[in-house]
């Protein structure tokens, strides 16, 4: 059963402590997505991968943010320091290469809570 | 700027009736729409999709109508269950890049 899997599922924290939050995508996939979830935002796209390459991390504040896939079975965001503004759900989602035959869906992960206190 | 606008915010259905999202988009480039159902919980699943060379795609009780020259699609939920209750997520797509609206809020009263 291929899923994508994040840890933790849920980390709560105090204003200053550095998060990490992982993500292993659906093996073959070639792209991975990293998306905060909020009431007032819905999905924000913070950062994204394809063939581990960043191809873009401009919805990501970069003075305390930085994601990074050291290799393909493993992909990474970091906050430090972390403020309470940062609460939120942050999502991975993995897809395949898009072709004229495949869409490339997003695959997501159940997500990480994020509390900071 | 949001790429993808979405509407309703939240969205209140008897049982039985049709739920209707809406959404509306500006980048002509864009060329797959995937809407993504999301439960207390859990991440966001694809729903139901389609491409802009039809205008309407029916998955048993859902439908995607898809109106190119307005630029605008819309979810149909024919028959509305309690089950539905959920976060719907209309998206647009071209290459590898996603962009998702803000999310509806349904909830289908018994």
């Known amino acids: 059963d291929a899923r994508v899997t994040q840890t933790p599922r849920h980390k709560v924290t105090e204003m200053g402590q550095e998060v990490t939050m992982r993500c292993q995508p659906i093996l073959g996939h070639n792209t991975v997505f990293w998306y905060r979830q909020t009431m007032m935002q819905g999905l924000e796209l913070l950062a994204y991968?394809?063939?581990?390459?960043?191809?873009?991390d401009s919805g990501m504040p970069k003075d305390r943010f930085s994601a990074e896939m050291p290799d393909a079975t493993l992909a990474t965001l970091k906050i430090q320091p972390s403020e309470p503004r940062d609460s939120a759900v942050y999502f991975c989602?993995?897809?395949?290469?898009?072709?004229?035959?495949?869409?490339?869906?997003?695959?997501f992960g159940e997500g990480s809570r994020l509390t900071v206190l | 700027q949001q790429q993808v606008k979405q509407s309703p915010q939240s969205l209140i259905v008897q049982k039985g009736g049709i739920s209707i999202i809406n959404c509306a988009y500006e980048?002509?480039?864009?060329?797959?729409f995937p809407w993504y159902q999301q439960f207390p919980g859990k991440g966001p699943a694809l729903l139901i999709a389609?491409?802009?060379?039809?205008s309407e795609k029916k998955e048993g009780r859902f439908t995607i109508s898809f109106n190119k020259s307005a630029k605008q699609f819309s979810l149909h939920i024919m028959d509305s269950q309690p089950g539905d209750s959920a976060t719907y997520f209309c998206a647009a797509s071209f290459g590898n890049q996603f962009y998702f609206g803000t999310g509806t809020s349904l909830t289908v009263i018994p």
């Open positions: 991968f394809r063939n581990r390459a960043p191809l873009d």
């Open positions: 989602a993995s897809g395949s290469p898009r072709t004229a035959a495949n869409t490339g869906e997003l695959f």
């Open positions: 389609i491409r802009p060379d039809v």
């Open positions: 980048n002509t480039a864009f060329d797959y």
